[in-house]
């Protein structure tokens, strides 16, 4: 008979939060036969929403994880009321951590990026990876206008340039 000895932790690492699940297989005498561990991503828990922060007229976005389809479309509706709250009149958004996007977080980031213009903020994409700038070519995402940097430093100092023109 086997029987099962199955161990939750929660653990926050910011900006994410995650389930650890180990399960343990034990034989009829206690003895482990497997020991499985399970990290199952934040959206098990609670959906985390991905931070946008104020600063002066703009707003900070740093995605510091690979985004699936909810978040993106929660990530999409956020940024948009925080600008009309906000009145921004700019964006960075630092994908630096973002290695590979699917085609349709690529179509919601144009589209991010589409509508924030209609909102009247600038939006300058910083940290772009090799993987990341082919998936958008290729997939034809338009990003005519759109200023890019290589870090969040450098996105910020193009976006004040940029508005102050």
Known sequence: MIKWKIEIIYTKIIPASFLNITVILLNSR???????????????????????????????????????DQTALQFQEDLLNKIHETSANGVVIDLTSIDFIDSFIAKVLGDVIGMSKLMGAKVVLTGIQPAVAITLVELGISLNDVLTALDLEKGLEKLQQELED
């Open 30 to 68: 206690g003895n482990v036969i497997k020991n499985i561990l399970k990290k199952v991503g934040c959206f098990l828990v609670n959906r985390i929403r991905i931070p946008i922060l104020k600063l002066y007229d703009y707003l900070l976005v740093s995605i510091q994880w690979e985004l699936d």
